[in-house]
């Protein structure tokens, strides 16, 4: 499957089981991405929090090789306002009694943020040791609900992985009484009970632990339901959440709990799950009748791609094509929506359909009165373009984004040097990489060539 929209997102992180020692292509682009990082932090543009995403993302990385002189560099290189953020990265990390001494240097007087900051490093830390029962007791000392969500997240899904029922239980626990925990003070950035219930189910489905991520969704389900007045946020949550996983019934109790037109886009995702989970007849029928053009193909896209993994190529291909005309109906998100359609196709491995889709979409975007936000396009068309093995037209496509749109080349750049690595190119994405002048595009073109090392050092 394809990767790309983790690298149209912001930085992924990392984990192997041991260090990759013998790599030294990987090494070299992590220095090299080093250097740009430090150039990009000493420029210190308006980067909206980019440079600090990819601090962690490079740390992450570095401590793959066990490249640990590299991540003191950067200590004293950064900035000291990024420099902060990795302050503790190298203290000690092996036995309990490292981070039983880390957390009692954690004292009263820390600033509540960087003592936070430090305990999720911790908690992080003793997770990857499987020290998960010492993780757990960890992330309850974060002070911060959001933060302290994140950190359990992880911490149960780990437990899980590794068959930890004792711990699984606790963490699964301390994140229901999280969800649970009364909002005194309205705070738009703290999330409702159904989106943290949520946000966790979806992480144990991902991770393939669907029976405990269903009993997540039966805990959500009597959370949100058996409220006199659930609040929309949560409603609205636990619905898509339902989605996810197919349940139509409990999605239609949800609607029908909520005010006329309060839910339209769970209402959308409900008429193209209903689809999508037809028959092929019935669930064209059912997809023809959407009247938003992107959610009707996203439908057609959805029975096309059953089609072909129940061995209906024709079907199939038919069935795609009603998906790029209903897409093409859009005034305003044509192209965009048909490379949605190239990268649903990809991902069913459906290659030479993608590569139909993609120059239908790329006809539709030259078009005068086409398209929206055409920086963004041609960002996500580089993307596709790699991934089909087109690397020429890849950096092409890259080179119509304005240089100032920086957002949009950095990611063009890291998924070319991505897919272009992952096909054994790696020497040619470091020269090419080498000679990028912006080290915004610079790192994130580096950090694609080595997330595409790791990732085949994980198959």
Known sequence: MVVIRGLIVAAVSVAVSAPI???????????AARDAVIEMAVQDHDWNGAISLKVRELVDLLFVVDDRSSIAYLQRHLPQTYADGIRHVLEAASTPADFAARIAALDSSTELHDRDQALEL??????????????????????????????????????????RNVEAER??????????????????????????????????????????????????????LS????????????????LEFGELEMVTDVLQRSPDGALNSLQE?????????????????????????RERSRALAG????????????GAAETYQLARDAASQSTEYAAAYMLDIAVAQIDADDRDGARLTLEQAFATHEKPSCCGDQERDWSYFASVFASLGDFDRAREVA????????????????????HETEAGNGMRVMSWARGLKDPDERSSAFLGLAHAIVDQHKK
Not at 269 to 293: H, P, Q, T, W, Y
Not at 303 to 314: E, K, S, T, V, Y
């Open 269 to 293: 995702a409900f008429d193209v799950k209903r689809a999508e989970l037809a028959d092929a007849d019935n669930g064209r029928r059912l997809a023809m009748s959407i009247a938003d053009a």
């Open 122 to 163: 911790i908690a992080r830390q003793q997770s990857e040791r499987s020290l998960l029962g010492d993780a757990l007791t960890t992330a309850m000392r974060i002070a911060q609900p959001e933060q302290r969500f994140y950190a359990l997240q992880k911490i149960a899904v780990d437990c899980y992985r590794q068959n």
């Open 227 to 242: 409220s006199d007045t659930p609040r929309l946020a949560d409603l609205e949550a636990f619905g898509h959440v339902a």
């Open 21 to 31: 020692g013998s790599d030294q292509e990987l090494r070299n682009a992590l220095v």
């Open 399 to 418: 080179a119509r984004i304005g240089a100032d749109q920086h957002h949009a080349r950095q990611h063009a750049f890291r998924g070319i040097a991505y």
């Open 171 to 224: 963490a699964t626990s301390a994140i229901i009484d999280l969800a649970l925990e009364p909002r005194t003070v309205p705070d738009y950035r703290l999330l409702s009970m159904a989106q943290v219930l949520g946000g966790f189910a979806s992480s144990l489905r991902q991770a393939g632990k669907v029976d405990a991520a269903r009993n997540v969704l039966a805990q959500m389900r009597f959370f949100v």
């Open 303 to 314: 029975i096309a791609r059953r089609q072909l993994a129940d061995g209906d190529p024709n």
